[in-house]
């Protein structure tokens, strides 16, 4: 690489005449009289691709941070897949940005994938994909590199909210309350937990939460949060301090006019609503020229020259990072109890895709045998002509031996053997599929070994 021409884009940059940088990355890049080493094609790209964001060109940028991706001997692709990400985010194209900033959170050598798991959060709340955006965010939140946990648990609040789980929100933001943070922060923590137990029907803690978001005289709350703050003060009035029925997700939806993700004071990236500048967290769907992702993507280029001289060189903070307090145990044992949690339903949900259930295909095939006419083990698809059909292929009062499965996700083919009273032994190819937890039959057939 023809490091002159490097060194003078490089000062283009710092001095943020980034046409002429664009111009001589570019000439350093099509220059052949130099052999290139390995990972400094990558290099030249990504620096490219940080160009075109600043002169606002996404298409382009996205272009270029994909070309500096093809080289694999590129060690800052975590850095450069981050940068894609957001590219794609700040044009509202949301699935893309998610694949990018998966990717990051795989690189080993990404030295801060709490950004990647941030990023990716807001990314999946935007599309309403609020258990997976839960998860991502408690991964930021359990990152020892992360300054500031608080907007990960307060999004994980946000998450939870959605999930129709106020209690489980309460955790997230009773741990977030644990660290240092602005008052306006604060603030916001104390709404979100106001209106979660308004929705839970605890209305004495929510006046309390909400009374504690006002005490500085600072903070005014959106509608949705004002709606709720006058019915918790008003039935605590009535006397009703304890459990009410509790918020439907329709009264939510009724009250909120700023179109957030869950009611919440705090939309699922964590900026106030009624805020009239973005958070340069912010993973808005505004355009480039107005969204200060675009202002703000490889802003940590301009620190010094120090960057272009170190391989993995990643973006500043977006936004000035809260001094963190201490990791506090409540946090710990909150965060323990909900991956017991994530745990206990990835193990439903493997048990689910292995076949089991209740009633469970064994039972159904020990009922569908013992009594052909019961109408209980069939699908509702099958009708009374076919139920006939399968009760006169079936060997009634047989003994059965389930020989083995073959599962899908809903539907599952059970290959057995009844014993007829001669002792005579007829195999079986019995179809099943999911009826909620269980199982049902929806046909069945005689089954050969050329067969199965």
Known sequence: M??????????????????????????????TSVEKAPGE???????????LVKLKDPNEAIHAYSQALVDTSYDASGSVSYNLGMVYASQGDFEDAITNFKAVTEDSRYATPYK?????????????????AGAAFRSAALDESNPDPT??????GVCFMALDRPMDAIASYESALQFDMKPETRNKIFANMGQAYVADGKMEKAVRAFESALADKTYVFNDAANVDYQRAVAAVAAGNTGEVEAVTPEEVASTN????????DVQGDGVPIESSRLDPSEMGTMQLSETSIMREIAAAEQAGSQYFQEAEQDFQD????????RRHRGLKAFLI??????IVAGGGAFAYTQGYGVPSQQDQVNALFADPQNADVYAASVDEGKKARIADTVTQGGQV???????NLGTAEVYATATTSQGGEVPYQISMVRDGLGWKVSSVSLSFTSQS
């Open 257 to 264: 006019t700023h179109n957030d993700l869950s009611g919440l």
């Open 2 to 31: 023809n490091n002159e021409t490097f060194q003078q884009a490089r000062s283009a940059y710092v001095s943020k005449q980034f046409d002429v940088a664009l111009a001589k990355f570019t000439e350093c890049l099509e220059d």
């Open 41 to 51: 094609v990558g290099l030249l790209y990504h620096q490219i691709g940080n160009c």
């Open 318 to 325: 977006w936004g000035q990072p809260l001094k963190k307090k």
């Open 337 to 342: 109890i909900l991956i017991l949690i994530i």
């Open 401 to 407: 031996t389930i020989n083995g499965t073959t599962n």
């Open 151 to 156: 907007k990960a648990l307060l999004n994980l």
């Open 116 to 132: 990647a798991y941030v990023a990716l959060g807001n990314s999946l709340l935007k599309l309403g994909k609020s258990a997976e």
